[in-house]
């Protein structure tokens, strides 16, 4: 299992109902607005790296009101 946190700029007044969105999406496992140079931030998990960044490109980039993601798979060291 792959984990990532996914830091997300929005439009200006779109925090709320970025995350509120992002939530639904299967493979996220939280998503909360957030004050600082980012909006939104996502937990997210998935099989496979491919997966995950299917998931990012293919569903969380798609949700209208994001300007950036940034996209920070967890390391076990």
């Given at each position: 299992?792959v984990?990532?946190?996914?830091?997300?700029?929005?439009?200006?007044?779109?925090?709320?109902?970025?995350a509120?969105e992002i939530s639904?999406?299967?493979?996220v496992?939280?998503?909360?607005?957030?004050t600082?140079?980012?909006?939104v931030?996502?937990?997210a998990?998935a099989?496979?790296?491919?997966q995950?960044?299917q998931?990012?490109v293919?569903?969380v980039?798609?949700v209208?009101?994001?300007t950036?993601?940034?996209?920070?798979?967890v390391?076990?060291?």
């Amino acid at each position: 299992m792959v984990h990532a946190y996914i830091l997300i700029q929005t439009e200006v007044g779109k925090a709320a109902a970025v995350a509120a969105e992002i939530s639904t999406i299967d493979g996220v496992t939280s998503s909360e607005d957030v004050t600082g140079p980012y909006d939104v931030i996502v937990k997210a998990a998935a099989d496979t790296v491919d997966q995950l960044g299917q998931l990012v490109v293919a569903k969380v980039q798609n949700v209208e009101g994001i300007t950036r993601t940034l996209t920070c798979p967890v390391v076990n060291l």
